[in-house]
């Protein structure tokens, strides 16, 4: 099973991150959690080698998080 794939997730999902969404991409991606990814497609994707972060967004707010890495 390959871990990595569940931890980003939890840590963006737990803890003072949950408190992350609802807020603005740009704020998201400032996350501690996200430190070292490089933002793109108007800072809704954010990505770190072959770690890729998609922000759902609705009304200029991160409403979900999909997280995807080999």
């Known amino acids: 099973m390959n871990w990595h794939r569940f931890l980003l997730p939890a840590a963006l999902l737990l ?8 807020q ?3 704020q ?10 490089k ?3 108007g800072g809704t994707v954010l990505t770190r080698g ?3 972060v998609k922000l759902d967004v609705a009304g200029g707010r991160v409403v979900g998080v999909y ?3 080999p």
């Open 15 to 22: 803890g003072s991150a949950q408190a992350q969404l609802l």
């Open 24 to 26: 603005t991409p740009a």
């Open 28 to 37: 998201t991606a400032s996350q501690a959690t996200l430190q070292g990814f």
């Open 39 to 41: 933002a793109t497609s």
């Open 50 to 52: 072959q770690a890729t």
């Open 67 to 69: 997280v995807t890495a």
